[in-house]
């Protein structure tokens, strides 16, 4: 990682997607997002390590990239998140006050060498406050482990758990662990088997519960799993579950 010597060489401007295909091999989406609409691009003017090594005078690095888009159409925590605005009309005009009033954080991506400085945060609230829309929009895949949309300022919003995440969720709280422990698998390994013996039972007991739930509902054979296997379908599903973020910004007009 990178130490960002001052504030004054860190800049965030409008970029384009050559600056998004420098990075997008950093993000687990590495297509260009459909209906892109806005593209910011943040650049620290300095010499790394790198440079100052080689003998530069001078060096511009990218540093982070954000794309903004068009919002889909339908997305129910969009919705609950705005008490049904766009809930009820016909298609068109559903479509045509989306696109009025909404746009989309697609993408954030940080050089994976300057991560860890709140980057991504900057990155986010540099393009709310350029956003010519009423609201603005986030899902993230990894809001849970990683919430820098709410600190950059974003209300989040969950959708309710099925009833068998809900369960197996109350049982890691009952043991006083955390969801973020599933993703280590080795480290929740270790705290299984530290656990008095019926402890151990009863804790593999739930995730077994769970798993026959989750591979019906994803049509996967349950009889044999073990238990690294359903942890590790533990680990995706309410891990990776998408968290809807919004921002409301009511004297903000739409363009």
């Not at 925590?77 to 049904?84: E, F, K, M, N, Q």
């Amino acid at each position: 990682m990178n130490a960002l010597p001052a504030d004054e060489m860190l800049r965030i401007e409008h970029g384009d997607a050559c600056d998004y295909r420098t990075l997008a091999g950093h993000h687990y989406k590495s297509g260009l997002p459909y209906a892109p609409t806005a593209v910011y691009a943040m650049r620290h003017d300095g010499l790394s390590a790198v440079g100052r090594y080689s003998g530069r005078t001078s060096e511009t690095v990218l540093v982070g990239v954000l794309v903004m888009n068009r919002p889909q159409l339908c997305c129910s925590l969009r919705d609950a998140a705005t008490s049904g605005r766009y809930r009820g009309l016909k298609v068109g005009e559903a479509a045509a006050l989306l696109n009025r009033e909404v746009r989309c954080i697609a993408r954030v991506i940080i050089d994976p060498r300057y991560r860890g400085l709140g980057l991504a945060v900057r990155l986010v609230r540099y393009a709310l406050g350029c956003a010519d829309t009423p609201y603005v929009e986030a899902l993230a895949a990894m809001g849970r482990v990683n919430p820098f949309f709410e600190r950059a300022g974003m209300v989040r919003y969950d959708g309710p758990p099925r009833p068998a995440d809900a369960r197996l969720l109350d049982a890691l709280a009952e043991l006083n662990w955390p969801r973020t422990l599933l993703a280590s698998g080795a480290l929740l390994e270790e705290q299984i088997a530290a656990l008095s013996p019926a402890q151990r039972v009863w804790i593999e007991s739930e995730f077994r519960r769970w798993y026959r739930s989750a591979a019906f509902m994803q049509r996967r054979r349950s009889h044999a799993a073990g238990l690294d296997e359903m942890l590790e379908l533990a680990r995706v599903r309410l891990l990776a579950q998408c968290v809807y973020y919004l921002h409301h910004d009511p004297d903000r007009r739409p363009a």
